[in-house]
T-cell receptor, first 115, second 112 residues
Framework: DAMVIQNPRYQVTQFGKPVTLSCSQT?????MYWYQQKSSQAPKLLFH???????NEADTPDNFQSRRPNTSFCFLDIRSPGLGDAAMYLC??????????????FGPGTRLTVL | QKEVEQNSGPLSVPEGAIASLNCTYS??????FFWYRQYSGKSPELIMF????GDKEDGRFTAQLNKASQYVSLLIRDSQPSDSATYLC????????????FGKGTMLLVSP
């Protein structure tokens, strides 16, 4: 089945220790998104790639970086995690075509804990 | 600043009843509207989307859109305990490439 996969599902890191979260997709979608979601809050878009073009949201901290080496994979790097970065990190994909309505499909998420 | 507003709930309904979830949005240029279901600790799952004024039905779910009032709703008929979840409303600018703006979601509790 075509899907969005995130690894790991649970990540524990120490304050200030870099961490990388990964996302892969078999949907062949050209857009990939990273969201941060904290308890009882809306998913907050951090950035997204339209093919190889990187689009950063204005309020995304510099501590968050992303890489997309190919169509299938996208990574989220947190350079120096703080306690406030503990959250669920969601990867989503969409097929951005003029004829589509840009439905986004989410992976299962990675729950990040910062000690 | 685009905003999507939802009542946080919880909305409590008995099993078998109709649950009505509401959402308002600020950007009058918005064209596509999405409902996602999110179980506790899980990721959002797309239920349905709507882009034309009126009703769109899919099984027990009906989405309703009124662009003049900037209002979109989701009706769940014959509610089941398994429908207990948070329902997120999301809005984007239209066909093709556009990012979504999410509401905070409404928690629905269906009691047996």
């Amino acid at each position: 089945d075509a899907m969005v996969i995130q690894n790991p599902r649970y990540q524990v890191t120490q304050f200030g220790k870099p961490v990388t979260l990964s996302c892969s997709q078999t949907l062949n979608h050209n857009v990939m998104y990273w969201y941060q979601q904290k308890s009882s809050q809306a998913p907050k878009l951090l950035f997204h790639y339209y093919d190889k073009d990187f689009n950063n949201e204005a309020d995304t901290p510099d501590n968050f970086q992303s890489r997309r080496p190919n169509t299938s994979f996208c990574f989220l790097d947190i350079r120096s995690p703080g306690l406030g970065d503990a959250a669920m990190y969601l990867c989503a994909t969409s097929r951005a075509l003029e004829s589509s309505y840009n439905e986004q499909f989410f992976g299962p998420g990675t729950r990040l804990t910062v000690l | 600043q685009k905003e999507v507003e939802q009542n946080s709930g919880p909305l409590s309904v008995p099993e078998g009843a109709i649950a009505s979830l509401n959402c308002t949005y600020s950007d009058r240029g918005s064209q596509s509207f999405f409902w996602y279901r999110q179980y506790s600790g899980k990721s959002p799952e797309l239920i349905m989307f709507i882009y034309s004024n009126g009703d769109k039905e899919d099984g027990r779910f009906t989405a309703q859109l009124n662009k003049a009032s900037q209002y979109v709703s989701l009706l769940i008929r014959d509610s089941q305990p398994s429908d207990s979840a948070t329902y997120l409303c999301a809005v984007n600018g239209g066909p093709g490439y556009s990012t979504l703006t999410f509401g905070k979601g409404t928690m629905l509790l269906v009691s047996p």
